[in-house]
Antibody, heavy 117, light 108 residues
Framework: QVHLVQSGGGVVQPGRSLRLSCEAS????????MHWVRQAPDKGLEWVAA????????YYADSVQGRFAISRDNSENTLFLQLNSLTFDDTARYYC??????????WGQGSLVSVSS | EVVMTQSPGTLSVSPGERVTLSCRAS??????VAWYQQRPGQPPRLLIY???NRAVGVPVRFSGSGSGTEFSLSISDVQSEDFALYYC??????????FGQGSKVDTK
């Protein structure tokens, strides 16, 4: 059974950094593209970033380009999202998502990031 | 950038009724559209991919149709557990994803 267990998140001041983790189990992690998607309070879904199977290619939404970094450790079956230079607009629940072919069939439970002074 | 516009914003129905949600793409996205259901406090759940293919475990009362720029999700015989938010999603610009703003199905 597929599991994506997220950790990290919390309350952080504007301009500071945070790192989210997503530990995968129940599937061959290294064979799937992985994504991060966020959802601001009472808002819709916003794609954030994606990383290739081997971790060599990264893709970002314009809203986070240059501030966030997606990475993965296939030896540890873990996906990461480094969030830098955080702003109030980054407040959201962040989900990791497994992608078997364009869409996501499994999502993590979400990590809440709250940017507050 | 392709914009996905969903309608209606909210639909109020009674259990047993049929529901149809719409999603319009600002450009041709072929059949690279999926639909997700999100219940309060939960992550999204994949319902439909490739515009019309039901994901594993999804009840047959859920069906998707469309191609190009017009897509729809139908729920026949709405059950109480179907009251939720629904998002369309295009992946024609893979790996970049774009979601619609969501449609809420609630009880009349």
């Amino acid at each position: 059974q597929v599991h994506l267990v997220q950790s990290g998140g919390g309350v952080v001041q504007p301009g500071r950094s945070l790192r989210l983790s997503c530990e995968a189990s129940g599937f061959t992690f290294s064979t799937f593209v992985m994504h991060w998607v966020r959802q601001a309070p009472d808002k819709g879904l916003e794609w954030v970033a994606a990383v290739s199977r081997d971790g060599t290619k990264e893709y970002y939404a314009d809203s986070v380009q240059g501030r966030f970094a997606i990475s993965r450790d296939n030896s540890e079956n873990t996906l990461f999202l480094q969030l830098n230079s955080l702003t109030f607009d980054d407040t959201a629940r962040y989900y990791c998502a497994k992608e078997p072919g364009g869409v996501s069939d499994n999502w993590g439970q979400g990590s809440l990031v709250s940017v507050s002074s | 950038e392709v914009v996905m516009t969903q309608s209606p914003g909210t639909l109020s129905v009674s259990p047993g009724e049929r529901v149809t949600l719409s999603c319009r793409a600002s450009q041709n996205v072929k059949n690279n559209v999926a639909w997700y259901q999100q219940r309060p406090g939960q992550p999204p759940r994949l319902l439909i991919y490739g515009a019309s293919n039901r994901a594993v475990g999804v009840p047959v009362r859920f069906s998707g149709s469309g191609s190009g720029t017009e897509f729809s999700l139908s729920i026949s015989d709405v059950q109480s557990e179907d009251f939720a938010l629904y998002y369309c999603h295009h992946y024609n610009n893979w790996p970049r994803w774009t979601f619609g703003q969501g449609s809420k199905v609630d009880t009349k």
